[in-house]
């Protein structure tokens, strides 16, 4: 069974850096994706970011393109980098993991798949 855990969220002031981690289990197969996503408040979720299983396959949405970066150690340990924070990145993140061919930036191949709890990240001046 795949296992999903975000960690690392917190508070920061505009322009801060801040990087979360997820922990990904039981995801072997070559079609696995790791997507982060948010949701701001009063805000409908979004996808960030998608990276395939190997590392291959990175997907950043164009907002974020230029201060985000999705990486991992491994297949277990996953990261989003977030550089120059800005009020509106402020947000409920997670991590997803989706088995699918159609490539990780299509986010609705994520829904009904493997999330996390969530780990909340406040940008403040």
């Known amino acids: 069974k795949v296992q999903v855990m975000e960690s690392g969220g917190g508070s920061v002031q505009i322009g801060e850096s801040m990087r979360i981690s997820c922990v990904v289990s039981?995801?072997?197969?070559?079609?696995?994706?790791v997507g982060w996503f948010r949701q701001g408040p009063g805000k409908e979720r979004e996808g960030v970011a998608g990276i395939g299983l190997d590392g291959g396959s990175q997907y950043i949405i164009d907002s974020v393109r230029d201060r985000f970066t999705i990486s991992r150690d491994n297949t277990k340990n996953w990261y989003l980098q977030m550089n120059s924070l800005r009020p509106e990145d402020t947000a409920m993140y997670y991590c997803a993991v989706a088995e699918t061919w159609a490539g990780c930036g299509v986010w609705s191949e994520y829904e009904n798949q493997y999330w996390g709890q969530g780990t909340q990240v406040t940008v403040s001046s």
């Open positions: 039981g995801a072997s197969g070559y079609r696995h994706c």
